[in-house]
């Protein structure tokens, strides 16, 4: 397998020490019936994902209302079509809105035809909703060559899915730059809250505690590098009352760094593909 | 699937920042006996669960007792039948027994025909004890569109295992009003403290202060939102004398917020409902 | 089943408000070879094991001698053939030695004929070194009714595999009196500390200072309740450095009590028997 | 099977109360790809596994370089192919690099014939860089008595593989003299860090502050032993920011000590097999 070509890329960290970008994954019952429709008939395994769109949602958007920050939502076409609240409400406080697939279900998994189908369908839902994504981040993160050349095909700017920096870089797919902004397991919720027999998608519920510790060490580390803190939430884990406070405690310790700046996925491709803000793309950086 | 749909619920934080019920499963036996009757044979795995009724039971009754605390414990019939005196002893401390299966098989894998037969058995064997349920919760909480129904044709008035919110809700069952009390996998003590290899029922032993902060992180984050706090507690695991030391942390915890007050479930599901309290559901409201 | 019936237990306690018996199982190599004869090829897995008998005993043993305290070891018969030197180097610093099956395959996965030669065979090898045992665990604890059976018809007072208390009682076996001195797996080093890939027994490595805490809550709690504190220690887990520091830690928290006593298992299998101490069961108990 | 003799080691302490060997292993795609060649096409994992020559690799020789601390990097074969650029800068900086399989194949699972091919291609590949390699650590630490018997006919002095002591030894290997540097689980960081799910290399992500504690723990304990603390760390795991900055903790607690020295694990196996420390070994050991 040929590697994707890196090529230079322009200057997105504007005098900060690090970037964070709060990047929300809102799932909600794609990943679960991704692995099945018999799980419609799972009331309380429904019910468990259905919080996220329900009730979590609302409450982030409300904590990045009293913070005034910008923030990214990756959503899979299947929760936009059984949840269009979150779409709307999304759009309506500025916030970004990302492609996710459509179904969740992992490209690794899926036939090339199985991939294009999957954006296909999620651009197609996500028009009907007046929005036009620049950004891709693979379901599971778990992308083939295949997804990102697609990616290039299909015009979209950045994606989210590759770790093999913690810092954004530019390359080719299909002929065409796109940046990659590098998530990572140790700065997403999922492996720290997730737990649920059936399907298991999780077995580990962790004190928000330690997981504000883990992120904060990240982030205060990453100043020394120049990196990007690319953090990954999910509305039912994340929206549950006390991991939303230590949600607001990450926010406030990286705030007090008084050199860290919080920006939404789009503003920060467009710094390494080296072009301007594309217009619209919302609230100022925070210094 | 339909949902469920919603009805507007009645006022059950009564001043309330929030409000904790202490719900207790007597699982005992039963989930390893819903696994394999092959497992009677294997004494120690008997023994480990045994020593919820024989040792759990009465020191939580005297905990609850010592802080005059209301309680809920549900009860699946199978322990009912094997362990007698648990029925009469949480009785005669004016506590509620709630219906909680007969034999610990999740309806998510039993037909219509068995779930209606679980739901039979179990209130033939509570009325023999002369107890009268008035709320259920399902087996690993894992119930689908059936189970629900069958709640509102029983006439039961209160459900306590969907996830989709984290306070109380009114909703149509059959065509009759229901409550739902919604509890979750972090305010459970079997994810942070079951062991047993055979059969697996879980594989992570945890400080009791983890699970202190855990849960006392999550009431103080719910008196922002007014939330149900819905703690869970098996017998067989709390009943360990450090654990229920553990227990008697958070109980001091939330008695010193001085606006959390401890409620029975059908308490707070009369409240829901719109209805007075049913004569008999204990103890009042701790301030 | 019918369950073992439990008859009066003499006064084990004599005035502390909790004991703990140090029990230290010498399982070496016996619980990886019950998995298959492969595993002797696995150069790394075995050496994995042999690090207790090697190493761990030792300095357990100096331990043990630097506090003056009392320890049972359980001793499957491989490891008595395999490392005869444990056997001498443990019984000439007077402790006691008691058996744990010969091949460490748990009783419930063997046939009645199996389980009686796995004590047959343990008492021919713990008779070549001259020791007599008067007790059993079963490896992983997990005993049938028929090995309970078999330990009262050869003449063994006390097993100690069961939970469903955290105080010993007596039953009877075979229609003769056997004390019970319970275990739990929160009390054992095992669930913290073990990690092997292959074969696969544990996928966990704590801190020391957790289990530390663990422990020490547990005895803390357990002096309000009159608890037998059975600690189970395995020389490949806890003979590392750091983790024999804990180890020395929860010793010291327990002597700073003032009202903990320490003593050998069959010690305390005598006084809840009702009978005398059996002569040579050593050292005297600490206050 | 015959375990290895046992030959009477040198002094490798020299009044040292404990030694620290910072081992490398760069495994970077190798563990991967030796699961199956399918994963080359695993966008995600195989960045995941790339963070560490790319990025890891060079923050930990700035580290080392930092604190003029010698180190030894075990290279798989695949990764000397893949990233050629690790093997120059590794050797530039002045530090030993050993072997380390060429596939990442567990020996366990190779017939003899598979092993031998396995060390032969490494050492080619080796020698086309100029290194001539004198240590070996078996992948996953899985080697066979055959593996060991291997390491002697090739003339290698020391291996790193074994598990039943915390300080080296000596021992025939083909008859001929060479040295165990016995590493560990727990001072191992994948135990602690490594999360993939696809293929499923560990399920786990522990806070930075814990991993330090439990390692300095262990070689705070070690120094009442004299024992070899052989640190095993991976570029893809403690790359990562705010894990580099753990092992800086971990560094600054062992030069805290004032009785600690780090060596390559070259020099220490010359010091156990009683010669001279070889020619061009590295770094002068710090006190």
Known sequence: MDWPERIPA???????????????????????????????????????????????????????????????????????????????????????????????????????????????????????????????RAPNWEMTRHTLDLLGEFGLRYDSSLMDDDRPYAMLSAGRPIAELPPHWLLDDWEQYAFLPEPDVGQQIEAPSKVVELWSAELEAMRSFGSLCMLTLH?????????????????????????????????IASAVLGGEDAPGTGPAPQS
Chains 1, 2, 3, 4 share one sequence.
């Open 235 to 267: 509305p039912f884990l994340t929206g549950r009352p006390s991991r939303l406070r230590g949600l607001e405690e990450f926010i406030r310790f990286a705030l007090s760094r008084g050199d860290v700046r919080f920006a939404r996925a789009d503003e």
């Open 10 to 136: 322009g200057d997105w960290l504007r005098g900060a020490s690090a970037v964070v970008v709060l990047s929300v994954d809102v799932d909600a019952e794609s990943p679960v019936l991704a692995r099945g429709e018999r799980y419609l008939n799972h009331l309380t395994t429904m019910s468990h994902q259905a919080y996220g769109p329900r009730v979590g949602v609302p409450r982030i958007l409300d904590l990045l209302d009293r913070y005034r920050l910008p923030a990214t939502f990756f959503v899979p076409g299947v929760t936009a079509e059984r949840w269009p609240h979150v779409m709307e409400n999304v759009a309506e406080r500025g916030h970004e809105i990302a492609m996710h697939g459509f179904t969740h279900r992992h490209p690794v998994h899926l036939s090339e035809g199985e991939q294009r189908e999957e954006i296909e369908r999620s651009l197609k839902c996500f028009f009907r909703f007046g929005v036009a994504p620049t950004g891709y």
